[in-house]
């Protein structure tokens, strides 16, 4: 992913696309960032699995801030972030919908044996763990969450 990425922003680059290369940017630094905590704490560069992660925080974190530019009225910067978004998400694999979140979460259920809401991290790992950068964990966990108070 880091060598699609880094294609991603020669070509941005060559296009003039500033938004696209300020974006790619963004994601090649986060993922640095990232290599460098793990490094610290010897573990090794930063896999598949956490790049789609990454890319998800991102996602959320530029969510909350439309929410926050909407609300303030700037609607410029609302419309920056979803440019930002719409380029983030492009590089995800196709999202699940909500039939398969509702399957996938009540097999993860099954996985774990979970009885409570207790038990909800142990689901919402197993879901993380298999499903990461596919599914909107925000829905998937309102979806737990109904499966363990049944």
Known sequence: MRDKFNEALKTAMKAGDKRQVSTL???LSALKDRDIEARG????PTSADEILQ??????KQRNDSI?????????ELANQEREEKAIIEAY???????DDVR??????????????????GK???ELKTKYA???????????VKELLTQ
Do not use: C, Y
């Not at 704490?41 to 090794?44: C, H, N």
């Not at 929410?67 to 609607?75: I, P």
């Not at 399957?103 to 909800?120: G, Q």
């Not at 950068?133 to 979806?143: E, S, Y």
């Open 25 to 27: 940017r963004l994601i």
């Open 123 to 125: 689901v919402m790992t």
């Open 67 to 75: 929410e926050a530019f909407d609300k303030a009225g700037r609607v």
């Open 54 to 59: 990454l890319l998800q925080k991102m996602i």
């Open 133 to 143: 950068g596919r599914m909107d964990f925000a829905k998937a966990n309102a979806v």
């Open 92 to 98: 995800l694999p196709q999202q699940m919908n909500a």
């Open 41 to 44: 704490l010897g573990k090794e």
């Open 103 to 120: 399957a996938a979460a009540k097999a993860a259920v099954a996985a774990v044996s979970a009885a409570s809401v207790k038990d909800m």
